[in-house]
């Protein structure tokens, strides 16, 4: 079966530090990889997808990147924290030949001071 | 482009009560249909889906209906329990993107 890691699982930084933030999958091999962002009382928003190793699609334009280093390895940075980049992280995973069902990691909440 | 649209909460129950939240969408292919619940503190887990028109998803209790005519696909559940408290997520997927509802608050009182 497939599982979806995600980690750290809480981070608390000051503005204007790096960020990395790391989702993995483990069983499965070529998924559709994503970063959604969801803000305080709101919906998720799209932030990056990729189809496959240093394939990257961005959604939004911000002081955000992603990165896909490994097959099943998606990594979310920043050079510079705003406080406008807290929330909860969520990483999720589909299928590459259906890019169907997307299956969701833990998630990641990020409070920038 | 696509865009879902659903009944803002936040919905307070009682135990054994009927619950329905409400979502439109907006597409210009057949998209998907998905509801996904996010329990406290969580990440978001698939609740049901649907793929096609007319299909029903169904789990833990939950239906919901693929509706073109009317470009629905309302949550239910006949008779919720305090397990049940969540947000609730309506979503479609035209391509390998999910399009999000703002969410539903529901809580479910003993």
């Known amino acids: 079966s497939q599982t979806i890691h995600q980690w750290p699982a809480t981070l608390v930084q000051p503005v204007g530090s790096p960020l990395s933030l790391e989702c993995t999958v483990e069983?499965?091999?070529?998924?559709?990889l994503y970063w959604y962002r969801q803000a305080a009382g709101r919906g998720l928003q799209l932030l990056f997808y990729?189809?496959?190793?240093?394939?990257i699609s961005s959604e939004v334009p911000q002081n955000l990147s992603a990165s896909r280093p490994q097959d099943r390895q998606f990594i979310l940075s920043s050079k510079k924290l705003l406080l406008s980049d807290s929330g909860f992280y969520l990483c999720?995973?589909?299928?590459?030949?259906?890019?169907?069902?997307?299956?969701f990691g833990p998630g990641t909440r990020l409070t920038v001071l | 482009g696509d865009s879902v649209t659903q009944m803002e909460g936040p919905v307070t129950l009682s135990e054994e009560a009927f619950l329905t939240i409400n979502c439109t969408y907006t597409?210009?292919?057949?998209?998907?249909l998905f509801w996904y619940v996010q329990y406290p503190g969580e990440g978001l887990q698939l609740l049901l889906k649907a793929t096609k028109a007319d299909d029903k998803g169904s789990n833990k209790g939950f239906e919901a209906t693929y509706r073109k005519e009317t470009t629905s696909f309302h949550l239910e559940k006949g008779s919720v329990q305090v397990s049940d408290s969540a947000v609730y997520f309506c979503?479609?997927?035209?391509?390998?993107?999910?399009?999000f509802g703002a969410g539903t608050t529901v809580t479910v009182r003993a």
């Open positions: 069983g499965t091999s070529n998924p559709n």
């Open positions: 990729s189809v496959g190793i240093g394939q």
């Open positions: 999720a995973w589909s299928i590459t030949d259906r890019g169907d069902t997307q299956y």
């Open positions: 979503a479609l997927n035209d391509d390998y993107k999910l399009s």
């Open positions: 597409a210009t292919g057949y998209p998907s």
